[in-house]
């Protein structure tokens, strides 16, 4: 095993994790850690640096997260070979292969990732100070069991903002806090029952498509058009719930117009039992005209079952969603689900709730809807360039765009030109879950959420040479 | 509406937040604040005192949960009536009624609740420390989507604690980290599928009884001897999975021996698909001999799914729990669940890692386990008068003992008298699940686990009184 001796600089402007992170990355770079070879564990490097091992964890962690190592069962961490670091993950190597026969791969330069946000802006040092205050305050009592809908208070906080930004109209007894959308779908499994027909569009968001899978759902797609399901799909599905994403359907960035909505609720009404489930996982980021009402702030007859999350708006880490039940499930929630207990603690809920409480959520928000403004406005006025070529869709909202060919070029094959240019795109066709109209695909994804201004000038740079 | 002018005195011994519940509690007992009233929403209290909404709310959630006050759904917070702060949980108010015909009500002295537990113990400057650091050190890597198993750091470590500790044979990939028993038990169901029929010992933890009803599991009694689930009753039952706590049967704490733990393997391997879900949930305590080791350790085969907790080790709110997944369910996981991600933050994990890595769970662990001990052997002392009238059983282990009645008396008898002492005991047939064996019940469970020794010795000579 290679010995790696960090000369640990305390004090210094970069932390420990970070001194030692760089360190290993040099090395990696620099072949002196070879592909392959195993590193120490991070017990036996803390031992070795006379640091924690949480330290060793963050540098491995860091590490792992950019692809420099992997983690193998049984037997630890090894430095990755260079083809996995830019490995092509559409799953089907030809590709690559067919545009650069034999030729050295490209590294990945710029990542239009769909699903990558920025936290570069996030305040941290006012999330450590709440965190403080809060523990060193709340003493004991932080530490018993919560209520398992989650803590009121939080919930009174959640329901005020949802009232304010969402139009949504809920008491706080409606909502149930849970660790991220997956939990509380699981949840819903419970209060909805086993016999659901759930209607989906397609593409959709291809998570809860899996979740739903994994229940005994039966699952059913519904076409599109340019105002999101249509409701003449969905009689013909003899669905009895439709999942949808009125405000911006993941991945199309559809925008479901008010009268398309009222019909949906139309359709719920007509007959007992069906259901609206609306995941508005990311409506905070909407650049253009005025904020969309939910879909929930329309329904008054108890339909819609309003699902949201703080990963996206907050951070990915922060494990803390919420779902508001119309009262009929309210009460079968609470006959028949009251037993399964909180599953956020009340130290990570009370943070939470101050840091919406007392505004720092509010202002975060506006300074990353202008922050991924700016990154919107820079990719599409680049992509003024392809006008000819690329029908450019899903503006206005959300982190990411759709770009169409023109030109009848595959969705892999926009792909692999991008990445022989060290750029990495997505396929539309990664969110299909049925049958597609049009095959092959010809729509990719651009995400920006994680990228900065210079990579974005960068990798259009990149694109128009691998597309134009 | 009241008006609540506390005086607050900020930087006093008492923290803020303790100062408003004294001074509401004291208003409560005074009579000032009456029965019925409504007091101020935490958001009003907080503009008019000029302090954080979470302060107020820390306030108003100690009050709740020593039941001065109640929330109620649409209106807000009201102080309880007396009544209902002392009030008979048995659901049977003519039982109390009978004992004491039209007479006052004697509020509940010493509740010997069998779930509560000691946080008086607890590092809380410890805890806060690590938070600190952890968060400080961090940065923006840990505000990121962890591994959706739990962070490979905190499954290394508890792969160790567990091997250690209970004999667990794992490796950290055989570890799945999510918040709290309930939602591990909801990712069960998806890795096990809905052709479930499962055991359970009568009486046993009801709310994995309630959970696995709300899954589609069939679920059958087995008759129980002192020596556990007895394996003819399981073979009888045509089950193809049993639930168990073979360290400390919940709740009459019979130690499951060797022998039966073997024959219980041996029923898990003789036809596939047979597995033994073990709930090992408060194992660290243990007061009388050497700790036992898991039905895991004995475990050859994979036939052993294994649960535990740090709510109970460490504190309830703290929402982890760890379930270790044999090689073959370990594969079905990864198929058909890798799309559930991570139910707890990155942050909570990298704490506890560190609260256990740098070996203050192990003195917290050892701390408590005398602190209980002591508590357990003042009270088994205490009973040694109640010998010609009770049989004390569930002794050496867990937080709470059993008292069946040499006399004839019933269960709903035995709680009324000691009620009308003002002691709080609990009937062993809240546990039951299907029809008992005996009825009506004889046994009551008497817990330690939240009490003080004054506490302790206080409620035995009340329960003298009642009972003796």
Known sequence: MYDLTVELRP?????????????????????????????????????????????????????????????????????????????????????????????????????FSPTATDMSRFPFSVWRKINKNILSQGGGSLFVQGDAQGEYSLRETISRYLHSSRGVNCTPQQIIVGAGNDYLLLLLEKILGRHVRIAMENPTYKRAYQIFGSFAYEITTVDMDESGMTVSGLRQSDATAAYVMPSHQYPTGVLMPIGRRLELLKWANEAPGRYLIEDDYDSEFRYKGKPIPSLQASDTQGRVIYIGTFSKSIAPAIRVSYMV???????????????????????????LEEFIGEGYFERYLNKMRKCYKEKHDLLLEGLADFEADFR???????????????????????IATALAQGVRVYGLSDSLVGKAEEQPGRTVLLGYGGLGLEDIKNGLALLRQAWL
Chains 1, 2 share one sequence.
Request: net charge negative.
């Open 392 to 414: 450019v869709t899903g503006e206005n909202a959300g982190l990411h765009l759709l770009l169409t060919g023109r030109r009848g070029q595959t969705e892999d094959e926009l």
């Open 11 to 111: 004090g210094r402007e970069k932390c420990l994790y970070e001194q030692i992170y760089e360190y290993i990355r040099q090395e990696i770079r620099e072949g002196k850690l070879r592909p392959g070879e195993r590193l120490p564990s991070t017990r036996s490097l803390a031992e070795y640096l006379q640091i924690s091992r949480s330290t060793a964890s963050l540098a491995y962690d860091q590490l792992l997260a950019e692809g420099y190592i992997a983690s193998q069962p049984y037997r630890g961490y090894y430095v990755c070979r260079m083809e996995e670091l830019y490995r092509l993950d559409t799953g089907e190597e030809s590709v690559a292969g067919e545009v650069e026969p034999g030729g050295a791969r490209v590294p990945c330069v710029v990542d």
């Open 325 to 351: 039940l119309p009262q009929d499930l309210l009460e079968r929630y609470r006959q028949q689900c009251y037993f399964y207990s909180a599953t956020v603690s009340r130290i990570d809920q009370k943070v």
